[in-house]
């Protein structure tokens, strides 16, 4: 027999679980249509549930996006922090961009129209300011001077949007280059 704290536990967990369904979704949905694609019908589609849990976890279009954006940033942030080893170098990051951008290119893209749509919405822009402060650390590795962090952030921004409109992936001697230049490791 279940305690009503393990059954809460249960509607918890399986809350979580949905929300997390629903943010994948909404990326896939955003991915292939962009932002003005998202709609609770959509989404909850693309995630195989009812509109409702949708609607329920996310009572308007606008806190899904704000809260896809931020799930990209953190999931970005977490698969950085657990791809690249200790003590990594320029290398070992343009090998880990390069692979990123080739193999999640439709999740990039979506990510991007998120980027933009926080552009237009100035409460969304503390998201932005993770991700920037991210990139900042990443930088600060190899650099105190705070202009090669902030070419450093304009790059790899300006590099993911390049990989999006290539024929041929970027090479992750390419991202080193750039990354080396902008840092003034050349």
């Known amino acids: 027999m279940r305690t009503e704290a393990g059954a809460a536990d249960g509607r918890v967990q399986r809350g979580q679980e ?3 369904l629903l943010l994948a979704a909404t990326v896939r949905v955003i991915g292939r249509g962009g932002v003005a694609a998202v709609t609770h019908r959509a989404v909850a589609a693309e995630a195989g549930v009812p509109k409702s849990v949708a609607t329920y976890h996310f009572p308007a279009v606008a806190d899904l996006l704000a809260a896809a954006l931020g799930d990209s940033v953190d ?5 950085l922090a657990g791809a690249l080893p200790e003590s990594y170098d320029t290398a ?20 991007f ?5 926080a552009a237009r919405n100035p409460e969304l822009r503390p998201v932005l300011g993770r ?6 650390e ?5 650099t105190s001077d ?3 962090i902030t070419a450093f952030s304009a790059a790899l921004d300006g590099l993911s949007l390049q990989s999006l409109l290539r024929d041929e ?3 992750a001697a390419e991202i080193q280059q750039v990354v080396d230049h902008v840092l003034h490791r050349r």
């Open 138 to 142: 990443i930088a600060g590795r190899f």
């Open 92 to 111: 070992d990051l343009g090998r880990y961009l390069a692979a990123y951008l080739d193999e999640h290119g439709a999740r990039c893209a979506a990510e």
């Open 113 to 117: 129209d998120l980027y933009l749509y």
């Open 18 to 20: 949905r929300r997390r």
């Open 131 to 136: 991700w920037h402060h991210l990139l900042a």
């Open 146 to 148: 705070p202009v090669a």
């Open 75 to 79: 999931a970005y942030a977490a698969a």
């Open 169 to 171: 992936p970027l090479t």
